[in-house]
C-alpha cells in the first residue's frame, strides 16, 4: 500500500486521560464504526489503558470483536437490533455486554435470548430517532420488569449540545429527568444513567451524571469550537500518501472526469495514488480541499477518480514526495474539521468514512 493512517495510541491514551481529569466521571469509550475508522481493537486497548471503564458499540459483531481486549469491561451496545441479529450473534456475546432497548419489541427480542442481559432504556427526549416516548417510560419500565431483565442503566442522547448556546439541549435535559423520575417510580432503580456525548460532557457539565460517552474528542478532534478551550485534545490520526506522478497541464487545459478544473496558467499536477473508493469524497478537488506537500498547502483539482487524486504543486515538490491529507507537515497542519469545513459536512464523516484499502498502522 501507498496510502497509510498512521494511529498515534499515546494520543489516545493522552485524551482519555485529560477528558476524565476535566470531566471527573466514569469515561465510556465509543468505538463503534471501526473505532471512528482507527482500529477498534487497539484503540479500545488503549483506552482502557487510560482509565476508561466502558466501551460502546452499535452492533453485535462489534461488541464480540472486543471479547478479547475488555473481557470484565462492561460493552454497551448503543441501539436495538433486529431479530436476526440478536439470533445470530447473541449467543456469542461477551458476558459483560449491555444491551439497549427503547421499544417493545426490543424488549422481547433481549427476554428471548438463551443468556441474560443486563439492558439499558433509551427515552428519546428530542432526537427522535429510537427510544421510548417519556409518556411511555412507566410503561416500558413494567414491561422490562415484567420479562425479568436487570434495567442496570436509562439514558438519552443529545441533539445539539456541540452548539452550547442553543437552549434544546437544557431542554432535553429536563425532559430526561421527568421522565427518569416517572421510570423510579414505576420501580426502575439504575445504577448508570448517562446523556452526555463528548460535547455534552465538555459542555454540558449538568449532563455528566453517572457516565459520559466520549467519541469524537478521544479521537483528537473537536467536537465544537467552544471545546478548544476546555480541553487539550491530541489528533490521533495522520493520513499520508505520496506524490506519484507529475506532469504540467497546460494553460486552458482540463483535468479529471467532467472537465470540473481548467489550468488558467501552465501548471504542474501531481497525482497521488487515492481516491474516492477510500473514502476521499469525489467533490473534494472542486470544493477546494487542500493537501500538504512539503510543508505547504496544495489544491486538489477537478473531481478525484476512484484511485487517484490530481494535486495543483509548486515547482520543488518531486515524485516520491510525502503527502499529508490529515495531520500536520512542517508548521501547518490540516485537521478532519478543516476537511469537513470545505466539504460541508462533520468530522465524524471525514474519520469513519476513510476505506479498508487505507493501511492503519497503530504506534
Known amino acids: 500500500?501507498?496510502?497509510?493512517?498512521?494511529?498515534?495510541?499515546?494520543?489516545?491514551?493522552?485524551?482519555?486521560?485529560?477528558?476524565?481529569?476535566?470531566?471527573?466521571?466514569?469515561?465510556?469509550?465509543v468505538v463503534k464504526a471501526n473505532a471512528y475508522g482507527h482500529g477498534a481493537v487497539e484503540v479500545a486497548g488503549a483506552a482502557l489503558e487510560a482509565g476508561a471503564s466502558w466501551l460502546a458499540v452499535s452492533s453485535l459483531p462489534e461488541a464480540i470483536e472486543l471479547a478479547?481486549?475488555?473481557?470484565d469491561v462492561p460493552i454497551l451496545v448503543l441501539s436495538e437490533r433486529s431479530a436476526d441479529e440478536m439470533q445470530r450473534f447473541g449467543q456469542?456475546?461477551?458476558?459483560?455486554?449491555?444491551?439497549?432497548?427503547?421499544?417493545?419489541?426490543?424488549?422481547?427480542?433481549?427476554?428471548?435470548?438463551?443468556?441474560?442481559?443486563?439492558?439499558?432504556l433509551k427515552i428519546d427526549t428530542g432526537m427522535?430517532?429510537?427510544?421510548?416516548?417519556?409518556?411511555?417510560?412507566?410503561?416500558?419500565?413494567?414491561?422490562?420488569?415484567?420479562a425479568g431483565l436487570d434495567l442496570e442503566g436509562i439514558w438519552t442522547h443529545f441533539a445539539?449540545?456541540?452548539?452550547?448556546?442553543?437552549?434544546?439541549?437544557?431542554?432535553?435535559?429536563?425532559?430526561?429527568?421527568?421522565?427518569?423520575?416517572?421510570?423510579?417510580?414505576?420501580?426502575?432503580?439504575?445504577?448508570?444513567?448517562?446523556?452526555?456525548?463528548?460535547?455534552?460532557?465538555?459542555?454540558?457539565?449538568?449532563?455528566?451524571?453517572?457516565?459520559?460517552?466520549?467519541?469524537?474528542?478521544?479521537?483528537?478532534v473537536h467536537p465544537a469550537p467552544e471545546t478548544e478551550a476546555e480541553v487539550d485534545l491530541h489528533p490521533v490520526l495522520e493520513l499520508r500518501t505520496f506524490v506519484n506522478t507529475i506532469r504540467t497541464v497546460p494553460e486552458g487545459a482540463t483535468a479529471s472526469y467532467g472537465r470540473r478544473w481548467v489550468a488558467r496558467r501552465d501548471t504542474r499536477v501531481a497525482t497521488i495514488p487515492v481516491g474516492y473508493a477510500d473514502g476521499i469524497r469525489r467533490s473534494s478537488g472542486v470544493?477546494?480541499?487542500?493537501?500538504?506537500?512539503?510543508?505547504?498547502?496544495?489544491?486538489?483539482?477537478?473531481?478525484?477518480?476512484?484511485?487517484q487524486t490530481m494535486v495543483e504543486v509548486g515547482p520543488g515538490v518531486a515524485v516520491g514526495d510525502e503527502v499529508i491529507l490529515i495531520g500536520r507537515q512542517g508548521n501547518d497542519e490540516i485537521g478532519a474539521n478543516d476537511v469537513a469545513g470545505r466539504l460541508g459536512t462533520i468530522g465524524y464523516e471525514i474519520l469513519t468514512m476513510l476505506g479498508p484499502r487505507i493501511e492503519r498502522r497503530h504506534r
Open 1 to 29: 500500500m501507498t496510502v497509510y493512517a498512521d494511529i498515534d495510541l499515546d494520543a489516545i491514551r493522552h485524551n482519555v486521560q485529560t477528558i476524565r481529569a476535566t470531566v471527573d466521571t466514569p469515561v465510556c469509550a
Open 68 to 71: 478479547e481486549v475488555a473481557k
Open 92 to 120: 456469542h456475546l461477551p458476558a459483560s455486554t449491555r444491551l439497549t432497548v427503547g421499544s417493545t419489541g426490543g424488549v422481547e427480542r433481549v427476554a428471548a435470548l438463551e443468556r441474560s442481559f443486563p439492558v439499558h
Open 128 to 146: 427522535h430517532r429510537m427510544g421510548v416516548r417519556p409518556d411511555k417510560v412507566a410503561e416500558a419500565v413494567q414491561v422490562i420488569i415484567g
Open 160 to 220: 445539539i449540545s456541540d452548539e452550547p448556546r442553543d437552549p434544546f439541549t437544557a431542554e432535553q435535559l429536563t425532559i430526561f429527568d421527568e421522565a427518569l423520575d416517572l421510570a423510579r417510580a414505576a420501580g426502575a432503580n439504575p445504577v448508570c444513567v448517562h446523556t452526555a456525548n463528548s460535547a455534552g460532557a465538555l459542555l454540558h457539565p449538568s449532563s455528566r451524571r453517572d457516565l459520559v460517552r466520549i467519541g469524537l474528542a478521544m479521537y483528537g
Open 287 to 307: 470544493l477546494g480541499v487542500d493537501v500538504l506537500v512539503r510543508g505547504e498547502r496544495c489544491p486538489m483539482v477537478g473531481n478525484l477518480t476512484m484511485d
